[in-house]
């Protein structure tokens, strides 16, 4: 499973999907809870990325907080993102 699934969809819109890294383009994203946010154009409803396959490098880069807070816990935050860029 992608370490992303388990993030919660706040925390993403907060810290890497609440807009694209590239252009800063946003969209309308109605949540399951009814929530209208702006988000990253290729975000679903669920929180999973729709072009995670072929997502744009600033995505693949990106330093996650969340890990970096489980690696500071003594959890493996390098494996996790090792995980996450496809490594």
């Not at 990106?62 to 490594?87: N, T, Y």
């Amino acid at each position: 499973m992608n370490p992303c699934e388990t993030c919660p969809i706040d925390d993403k819109l907060y810290e890497c999907c609440g807009r694209h890294p590239e252009t800063g383009e946003t969209a309308r994203l109605k949540l399951s809870d009814g929530r209208v946010v702006l988000a990253c154009p290729h975000l679903s409803a669920d929180g999973r990325c729709l072009i995670y396959a072929r997502r744009p490098y600033g995505c693949r880069m990106h330093q996650c907080a969340r890990f970096a807070h489980e690696a500071a816990r003594g959890e493996d935050g390098c494996a996790l993102l090792a995980a996450l860029w496809g490594g």
